[in-house]
């Protein structure tokens, strides 16, 4: 995935722990601090989405977009799908975009991903915080009742039962939601 994958077997890296915030100190540019995805966490989220060329893909709190690169190259040779990958920090919006260049289907975003439009959005890959999740739950919520499908790294959606919890090689969470997931 030219570089943005750690070198070392996926067995050999080391867990990656949740990032921890002190109660009432989250701002809007940490919804998303920059914890690098690895590529179980990547399959498992793929797996599940089951990402077809009709989609819109959407990658809230990109980083350095390695899930939506990962994503593109899953993805049978000429095929639609487009993706929008939302970052607030500059500096991994930067990567991003640099890493990005080769897809012309991957939209970058320097955006924060409480007001981004999503309603174009299929499947939802998401990597927020507790509170970050909680900013922007309705909007989850939307992709749901129009049959779309997140998949949630680390944390789970506020209110929502997962149809699918994988636990990673790298001992990650990966949990899916569809429909069925909402309350009734």
């Known amino acids: 995935m030219s570089g943005l994958s750690d ?3 996926a067995d050999t890296q080391p867990p990656v722990s949740p990032p921890r915030f002190a109660s009432g100190s989250l701002e809007t540019n940490k919804l998303a601090p920059f914890n690098p995805t690895d590529a179980s966490a990547q399959e498992a989220a793929l797996s599940f989405l089951t990402i077809s060329g009709e989609d819109v893909l959407y990658d809230l709190g990109c980083g350095d977009a390695r899930f939506l690169v990962a994503a593109h190259l899953s993805m049978p040779s000429g095929s639609a799908m487009a993706s929008v990958g939302v970052e607030y920090d500059k500096v991994y919006y930067d990567r991003a975009v640099a890493a990005c260049s080769p897809f012309p289907r991957i939209c970058i975003q320097h955006a924060d991903v409480v007001t981004v439009d999503m309603s ?3 499947a939802v890959f998401v990597y927020l915080v507790p ?5 922007i739950t309705d909007k989850l919520y939307a992709v749901l009742r129009r049959g779309g499908r997140i998949a949630s790294y680390m944390f789970s959606v506020p209110g929502l039962t ?4 994988i636990l990673t090689k790298g001992g990650c969470k990966v949990q899916g939601y569809d429909k069925s997931s909402l309350p009734e």
């Open 131 to 135: 509170d970050g999740l909680k900013l």
């Open 162 to 165: 997962p149809v699918q919890t």
């Open 120 to 122: 174009d959005a299929t």
């Open 7 to 9: 070198d070392r077997p």
